[in-house]
Every structure is written in structure tokens, then in C-alpha cells.
């Protein structure tokens, strides 16, 4: 009896018989053409890049002195976080559009953007709930690095960016009033 090996998903053979298979097939054939395969590499280069800046940058804040700079530790960590999150989020769409078969050149701006946006949308996030501008604020229980704990929240905020940004959306709306049409642009 062979042992399962399964994807979640069911993309990938499930027994070792079935991954003997696909291994020796010889009429396999990829859906996309070589270009595309091409800008996929390069997508994926990029990605690593983005995870390579991050590690370098921790490993500078990791040296740097800055135990009199608590409120820009918080943010530094928060941006970290945020990067972390939103590169998790990119990869995990980069890895689902390519298996899926469902990648699209057209996107490359989401995915080129969207790790640095999950820096920004993160800091700005953290320092609008720092604020207190939503009624709460969140500080570290005791004996937890605060570090830590804005690192957390720009984790959260870079992986569900969409989801802060839709919430954020809403508090504008109803702390300053919902725009009319005719002030809108379309760009």
C-alpha cells in the first residue's frame, strides 16, 4: 500500500505510483508559452529580492542602537512586519496564479507594489490606531515587547491589507463624511 502524498488542494499526485507517473510522462506540456514562463522567473527573482531587502534591513536594525528611540523601534518593527506580511500575501498569489493556471501578465503591478505597500498601509495603520483616532489603541501586555507587539500588527495589516484598507475606507467615510459623485475622479 503506498504511502499518500496529497496536496491540500488535490494538485499534486496523491499516491507514489501516481507521482512515478507524472515523473516519467513524456507528453506533459506546460499551459504557458515560454515568454510568459520567462517574466514568471523574473516575478519570482523579484520576490526573493524583496524577502532578501527585509532579512538585510532586520539584520542592520538588529545591530543599530536604538534604545532611546522607543516610538521609531515601534515603527521600524511595524514596517518590518508589514513587509513580512504582504510579501506572505504575494507569494501565496504568485505560487496560487501559477498552479491555478490563472497568471496574468497584467497584474505585475499588484505584485510588484504590493510588499512596499503592505509598509506603508502598515505604519500608517499602526499610528492611526496609536492615535487613538479609532477609540482603541493597542499596547503590549505586560512583560511582551512593544517591538513585538508592532511588529504583530504590521504583520496583520501587510497580509490582509485589502481587509485594513476597506476598514480604514469606512472610518474616513464616517469620521469625515462620505464623498459625493461629483467630487470623485476617475483615473
Known sequence: MAASLASPMGLAPSTSEEMAGVVCSVDWKTTYPPEAWRRIRWEGIYLACVLS?????????????????????????????????SWIYAMKWYVRAITNHIWRHDLIV?????PFMGIFLSVSAYAVVQAGLLGITFEASSGTDPRLYAYAVGFLVGMCSDVVMGKLTEVAETVFGKTTSRHLQKH
Open 110 to 114: 499588484w505584485r510588484v507594489t504590493s
Open 53 to 85: 531587502f527585509a532579512v538585510v534591513v532586520t539584520t542592520i536594525l538588529l545591530r543599530m542602537d536604538l534604545s532611546k528611540h522607543d516610538v521609531a523601534q515601534r515603527f521600524l518593527c511595524c514596517a518590518l512586519g508589514g513587509i513580512a506580511g
